[in-house]
Every structure is written in structure tokens, then in C-alpha cells.
């Protein structure tokens, strides 16, 4: 089987936990190039790896089939051109993009150029993720009423040096978290008719957004979403009401700090959570309620990539296609829309 060889656009945090330790780890997946600007870390832990030191190197290198697009979000947009018309298959950290406007052009010079162009949505492949999703698919809370999604972070200072602090309308927690959580809610319930939200820097001399609630309008059902970096106490991850029944789920999935500790993706028991993780569900199975401790599916972020493999190799269709990640583009869109105008946002359908 000749391996696909894909080169990596940063080494940074997404590519240093992430992607390169998944890439090296796929056996249809050749690690061939890293553009590490300024360090050389990336040559100690990945020694057979070519290490350059630009994009245009990378993209230039005739060999390398895939591109991951990791750098930081303001550079999406144009680096993903640049690799498409390249000629390179390209995956891109979320978010895809900052506007709509942007994302349709890049699909549409992906599909110009049938090429590959997927968003690394990675938490679809979140344990807790998945328990929802069988939850609602088996209909265990009855008619789903309630979801509501948060994120809890605690750092009350501003991180130094980075650019994920650095004044921006678009770099912020919205877009880097929200761009998870949208993508769930939209897998699980559809595009939703309106947005309603509150974005605000609530940290002493933030720059960017650091919190949000959004508020999804479906004509069936309340779906809240929120995070913030000023959340020092645990909150449920999920609260999911029903006609029958709830679940509740803490905590997070743990193949990110598998990641970090250097534990090989797709080992034994990778992406498992131990029994006091598990969510709790209390509901009625045959006339018969029950509460008990829900066993969580174990996460798999080797099942993107999975996908992108047989997208490239054996012609199958991306898990997530960047045209369908436009969607949560157009969400945060009107999420801004929202704060700024202080009022619901319909979403033409």
C-alpha cells in the first residue's frame, strides 16, 4: 500500500498534540514534512521527517499529496488558496474560515481542481460526543426538549505572546470554541432557524472575546451553548432534557491529555474514560425508570483521519466536507450579528 505523504503547515500546539502524532501513528498516513519557522523541536521527536522552514517550501515539495492547514486562524484563508492551487489535498484547523464569503471561494477552487478540502472537526470523534448521539438515536430521553453545551476554562490573566490574545474582531473564544460546539449541535439537530447571542471580554485587559452564550432557535427544542476563560468551577459538559427522561455528562474527553502525555493514538484503551467519568442517565425504559451510570463510547480522533484515507485512496466522500462546515460559519456570522444589533438573527434556510 503506497502511503500518503502529507506535510505539516505548523508545529504549534494543533500540530506538535494533534496532527502530528496522528499522521505518524495512521499506517496509510507518511509524515514527510513539518514548517517549523523557529524552533527545531520538531526534528527531535520526528527525526525522519524533512523539517522546513517556510510554506511555500512545503507546498513546493512535488512529493507531499496532503497539506494540514494549522497555523493561526488568520492565516486559514490564505494558505488554504495558496495549497489549492498547489495542487495539494488540504485539511484545515478549525475554524475553516472567518466568513462565508471566504469558504465558498476555497470550495469552489477545491472542487475546480477536484481536490480535497476537509475542516479537522476532531471532537465528532469526542467520547462524549458519540454517548450523546447514541442517546438521542436510540430515543432514550424521549423527544429531546433541552440541550444545552458549555466549556469551562479558568485563566484570569492574559497569556503572553500569543495570538490567540492578540486584538482581533474574529480571534477569540467564539470562534475557537464555538466553532466545536456548533458543529455538534448542527450535526445532532440540523441547521438552526436563528441566533441569538452574548459575546463579551470579561477578563481585566482582554482583548478579544473570552466568553460567550448562544442561543440556537429550532421550532422544538432549547439548545444553549456556552463557554468562557472565567469558569473556575466544574458545570456538566451536557445537560440533555426529554419527554422520557436526562443525561448529564461532566468532564472532557480525554484523548487531548492522552496527546499530550505521548500515548500512541489507537493503542489499548485509547480514548477510553474511567467509570466516575461516565454521564449519568435517568429515564424510563419500558415503563420502568431507571438512573444509572451511562458507559462512555470511547473517542477515536483516528476516525478522521480514517476518512480522509479512503477519501484519498479508495474515493470515498469527507466526513467533513468544508462546504458543509460553512454552515457554523454562518452561525457565528450571525452570532456577532447578534451581540452587535442586540436581537435574534434568522438564518435564511
Avoid at 192 to 210: H, K, N, T, W, Y
Avoid at 227 to 254: C, F, N, Q, W
Avoid at 330 to 335: G, I, K, M, P, Q
Amino acid at each position: 500500500m503506497k502511503k500518503i505523504k502529507a506535510g505539516l503547515a505548523s508545529f504549534g500546539m494543533s500540530g506538535k498534540v494533534f496532527h502530528a502524532p496522528l499522521l505518524a501513528a495512521h499506517p496509510e498516513f507518511e509524515l514527510t514534512a513539518i514548517c517549523e519557522r523557529s524552533k527545531n523541536e520538531a526534528a527531535t521527536i520526528y527525526p525522519n521527517t524533512h523539517i522546513v522552514k517556510s510554506f511555500d517550501e512545503l507546498i513546493d515539495d512535488k512529493e507531499i499529496k496532503l497539506v494540514v492547514v494549522n497555523t493561526p486562524d488568520t492565516t486559514h484563508y490564505t494558505l488554504v488558496k495558496q495549497a489549492l492551487l498547489a495542487g495539494k489535498h488540504v485539511v484545515v484547523e478549525k475554524p475553516f474560515v472567518f466568513t462565508v464569503k471566504e469558504g465558498l471561494e476555497l470550495t469552489s477552487l477545491a472542487n475546480e481542481n477536484n481536490l480535497l478540502l476537509s475542516v479537522f472537526q476532531n471532537r465528532r470523534w469526542d467520547g462524549d460526543f458519540l454517548t450523546v448521539k447514541s442517546i438521542l438515536k436510540q430515543g432514550l430521553l424521549g423527544r429531546v426538549v433541552e440541550f444545552r453545551s458549555s466549556f469551562q476554562r479558568y485563566r484570569n490573566f492574559i497569556a503572553p505572546n500569543t495570538w490567540k490574545e492578540a486584538k482581533s474582531r474574529y480571534v477569540g473564544t467564539t470562534y475557537n470554541l464555538g466553532s466545536h460546539m456548533i458543529d455538534q449541535a448542527i450535526c445532532l439537530f440540523g441547521m438552526p432557524q436563528g441566533v441569538f447571542a452574548r459575546i463579551a471580554s470579561l477578563r481585566d485587559q482582554a482583548e478579544v472575546d473570552d466568553y460567550y452564550h448562544i442561543m440556537l432557535i429550532y421550532p422544538d427544542i432549547q439548545v444553549s451553548l456556552s463557554a468562557g476563560y472565567l469558569m473556575r468551577e466544574e458545570t456538566p459538559r451536557y445537560t440533555i432534557h426529554g419527554t422520557l427522561g436526562s443525561y448529564v455528562k461532566y468532564g472532557l474527553d480525554p484523548q487531548e491529555n492522552e496527546l499530550k502525555s505521548g500515548v500512541i493514538p489507537g493503542s489499548a484503551h485509547w480514548g477510553e474514560e474511567p467509570e466516575s467519568q461516565w454521564g449519568i442517565l435517568h429515564t424510563e425504559i419500558n415503563n420502568i425508570v431507571i438512573r444509572r451510570k451511562e458507559k462512555t463510547i470511547p473517542g477515536n480522533y483516528l476516525a478522521y483521519y480514517d476518512n480522509i484515507a479512503d477519501c484519498l485512496n479508495r474515493g470515498a466522500n469527507p466526513a467533513v466536507p468544508a462546504i458543509e462546515n460553512l454552515k457554523l460559519i454562518r452561525v457565528l456570522e450571525a452570532a456577532f450579528q447578534s451581540q452587535e444589533q442586540n436581537k435574534i438573527i434568522f438564518i435564511e434556510q
